[in-house]
């Protein structure tokens, strides 16, 4: 699946939302892994740095719970 981003607005706040979205939506159900830095680079086409910015900022707003050595999984609410 391929997003068409808007290179007016800071991408990573972009990426940030399509995943919010989906977590909201059920693609992403609580438990589940969400894509990793890699997966969403990949997915998205962008930089490893954004892709953890991401990440990071979806922890920091208690949606996601990272383990270690495991992944990155949706936090149950």
Known sequence: MSIDLDRTRPIWRQVAAVIVERIEGGTYPAGSRVPSVVELSTEFGVAASTAQKV????????????EIGLGTFVADR
């Not at 990071?56 to 949606?63: F, I, R």
């Open 55 to 66: 990440l990071a900022h979806l922890k920091a707003e208690g949606l996601v719970r990272a």
